[in-house]
């Protein structure tokens, strides 16, 4: 019985909670910095890209990865705000910048009210769904979920190291680049293409699109779009056992889109 599946609705109030509707992302304060700039980035949940309402606390994270001009970083600080978790080092080397942080993992329950919608939500199949319905009593659904977020940016430029962010840095769930951050990234799941899965593109005026990544699980983006812009998605893992733990992982990413001529890419 077991299988993995794609959601398909990013309505996520049911997925795993109120927590996991909200949109968590990371972002810098700015995209280019300069070396010996103290860089800051903040990571946040909200309704919405880009608002800012609630950051999690340092002991909420479980894995952390910075890296500036190909070289990584082990001295950076954390620094807990009203609205969001801020994530600070002192700019000493110049170059492509990825920063990617991951939650850890929280479980809980999908009331017994709740859990057919939620099986519908996650596409769960008709044996699986009927599996759990066919539980003794009226369970609960046992579910859990872990945030995965990402950004990139420049410290004196990007050309140093840009290869970094071509590369899965060890997140179940990530947005890597290709095509020199021109619009088109690509989604990995344990390192690998996921092909054909849903992708949501929010844009720094909450302008909300879904794209789906290609068979090699490109995700190209509108060439028109430019300026901030976040990209999320959602993997769900059905159990072994229905009455076992039914856990979504959820990854952003966050980039400052470069403008780009039109006739660039006609016939693209």
């Known amino acids: 019985m077991k299988k993995t599946i794609a959601s398909a609705c990013f309505t996520l109030a049911l997925l795993a909670g109120s927590a996991l509707a909200h949109q968590t992302y990371l972002q810098p304060q700015k995209f280019n910095w300069s070396v010996g700039d103290k860089v800051e980035i903040i990571m946040t949940s909200a309704l919405s890209f880009p608002d800012l309402l609630s950051g999690p606390s340092p002991d909420r994270i479980a894995f952390a990865r910075i890296m500036v001009g190909g070289k990584e970083l082990s001295d950076f600080s954390y620094q807990e705000e009203e609205t969001f978790l801020t994530i600070s080092f002192d700019a000493v080397e110049s170059g492509m910048a990825v920063a990617a942080l991951s939650s850890k993992i929280r479980e809980g329950a999908i009331e017994p009210k709740d859990v057919e919608m939620y099986l519908g939500e996650i596409g769960a199949s008709d044996a699986v769904r009927q599996a759990f319905l066919d539980l003794p009593g009226d369970p609960a659904l046992n579910r859990s979920y872990r945030k995965h977020t990402k950004t990139f940016f420049c410290v004196d430029g990007c050309d140093q190291g840009k290869e970094m962010a071509t590369e899965p840095v060890g997140q179940s769930l990530e947005f890597i680049a290709i095509d020199n951050l021109h619009h088109s990234f690509q989604l990995v ?63 952003t990413l966050v980039v400052d889109l470069p403008e780009m001529q039109h006739d660039m890419h006609k016939g693209h």
Do not use: C, F, R
């Open 189 to 251: 799941l344990e390192g690998a293409p996921l092909a054909n899965h849903e992708v949501q593109v929010v844009t720094a005026d909450k302008t909300a699109t879904i794209v789906t990544s290609s068979d090699k699980g490109i995700v190209d983006l509108d060439h028109a779009l430019s300026g901030p812009t976040m990209m999320m998605a959602v993997w769900i893992t059905l159990p072994d056992q229905p009455d076992g733990i039914y856990h979504s992982d959820y990854a």
